[in-house]
């Protein structure tokens, strides 16, 4: 069975300040992919990265990066110097058989001025 | 470029009625598919399909059925409203089905009183 958990409810922040959105994940294929997604307030949502079971590369872009750890079965997501636009719901997701998505719960990111 | 079109945006309907959410995508995408989100548990995979003619049943697909007849539409229809179905939809595209992004409508938020 898939499962994916985001511990972190809600999480509120100062602008400027680095915050870690964890995600860990439970399946038994070898073969998966994991993404992350934001949902602004506006509803939708917006791709941010996807990785492979087999690519355990850090990945960084701007201010955005993700630190995926097979052994800890985690792949979590930084945000450094944290802007007000980036308050969102942050979804991490394990894509399966066929392009079926699991979602964890979401975390509810609050950038404060 | 249209991408994934939902429609409509709202709908509020009784108990026991019917409807259909339609879902359009302009991409050539094979496979497609709903979500549902609900507070607190993130999306959930109602149906999916593959290509045309082929859909199968995601995690919660009671209440819920599909057809796709051509590449292009996936209409989601909810034969017998109820009160559990409150909820926003989500259509999803994807051009492969190894872990290829997915690409989102803008959702459809319908309440059942």
């Known amino acids: 069975a898939q499962k994916v958990t985001q511990a972190q409810t809600e999480i509120s922040v100062v602008e400027k300040e680095d915050v870690t959105l964890d995600c860990v994940y439970e399946?038994?294929?070898?073969?998966?992919?994991l993404f992350w997604y934001k949902q602004p307030p506006s509803g939708e949502l917006v791709f941010l990265i996807r990785?492979?079971?087999?690519?355990?590369q850090n990945e960084i872009s701007g201010r955005y990066s993700w630190n995926f750890q097979k052994s800890t079965s985690s792949f979590n997501f930084t945000i450094t110097a944290s802007q007000v636009v980036d308050s969102a719901v942050y979804f991490c997701?394990?894509?399966?058989?066929?392009?079926?998505?699991?979602f964890g719960s979401g975390t509810k990111l609050n950038v404060k001025p | 470029n249209a991408g994934v079109t939902q429609t409509p945006k709202f709908q509020v309907l009784k108990t026991g009625q019917s409807m259909t959410l339609q879902c359009a995508q302009d991409?050539?995408?094979?496979?497609m598919s709903w979500y549902r989100q609900d507070p607190g548990m993130g999306l959930r995979l109602i149906h999916y399909?593959?290509?045309?003619?082929?859909?199968d049943q995601g995690e919660v697909p009671n209440g819920y059925n599909v057809s796709r007849s051509t590449t292009e539409d996936f209409p989601l229809r909810l034969l017998s409203a109820a009160p559990s179905q409150t909820s926003v939809y989500f259509c999803?595209?994807?051009?492969?089905?190894?872990?290829?992004?997915?690409?989102f409508g803008q959702g459809t938020r319908l309440t059942v009183v």
């Open positions: 991409m050539n995408h094979e496979y």
């Open positions: 997701a394990l894509c399966y058989n066929f392009n079926k998505f699991y």
């Open positions: 399909s593959v290509g045309a003619g082929i859909t």
């Open positions: 990785r492979n079971s087999f690519d355990e």
């Open positions: 399946t038994r294929d070898t073969t998966y992919y």
């Open positions: 999803a595209s994807s051009y492969g089905g190894s872990g290829t992004e997915a690409f």
